[in-house]
């Protein structure tokens, strides 16, 4: 039986709504204590209450975004598994989806942040690597049983690029066509069966 979170849990996780909003939206440097305490409606002097250091808060906002964007990914793939089609498919057009380019701020903290992740120091750095780890590890558990070792870091690599350079040009036609590609392509490599009625979704 769940216990009704705290006063003090409630209020760390509008502090993490807002921190990890604000990463996926402005990217690390963007992101200072005070603007992410005065969205959450709190006071300054109560961020240490919370967390020892903005590194700390980082580390977990980084944990926090990517359970927002698995909750919101996997709404859409569910929708696409009930259309019948197979949960890699449903994966790969879910994360490449119009809803899924336009939510920057709960979506994929990989795609957010990827190019600046390296850069982060130790702690920050390790959420980052456990976020690219359970991506990973939730294509290779829809990946068909007959792809080759190692295909889930194509996949997530693929994902990942595409929809960085999706968000670059736009909602308009060529970022459209670019993510129809990078579909196309993911299953004819990992999932041909789904080919035939791909011009049906």
Request: proline residues 3%.
């Amino acid at each position: 039986m769940s216990t009704k979170p705290s006063r003090k849990e409630q209020t760390h996780e509008r502090i993490l709504d807002a921190a990890a909003r604000a990463l996926c939206r402005t990217g690390y440097q963007g992101v200072g204590v005070a603007d992410v305490m005065k969205d959450a409606g709190l006071t300054h002097g109560g961020f240490y209450a919370h967390f020892e250091s903005r590194d700390a808060m980082l580390a977990e906002a980084i944990r926090h975004a990517g359970r927002e964007a698995v909750s919101l990914v996997w709404e859409e793939a569910t929708a696409l598994l009930g259309k019948g089609m197979t949960p890699f498919r449903a994966l790969v057009e879910a994360y490449l989806s119009d809803r899924h380019l336009k939510a920057v701020e709960l979506g994929c903290p990989v795609a957010a942040l990827a190019s600046e992740m390296w850069r982060q120091n130790d702690e920050v750095r390790q959420a980052s690597r456990e976020r690219v780890n359970q991506f990973v590890a939730a294509v290779q558990e829809v990946l068909p049983a007959d792809a080759p070792a190692q295909s889930a870091y194509v996949v997530v690599s693929a994902l990942v690029g595409t929809l960085q350079l999706a968000r670059v040009l736009g909602p308009g036609k060529q970022s459209k066509a670019m993510r129809a590609a990078c579909i196309e392509s993911l299953l004819v490599q990992y999932d041909r069966a789904s080919m035939e009625d791909l011009s049906s979704a």
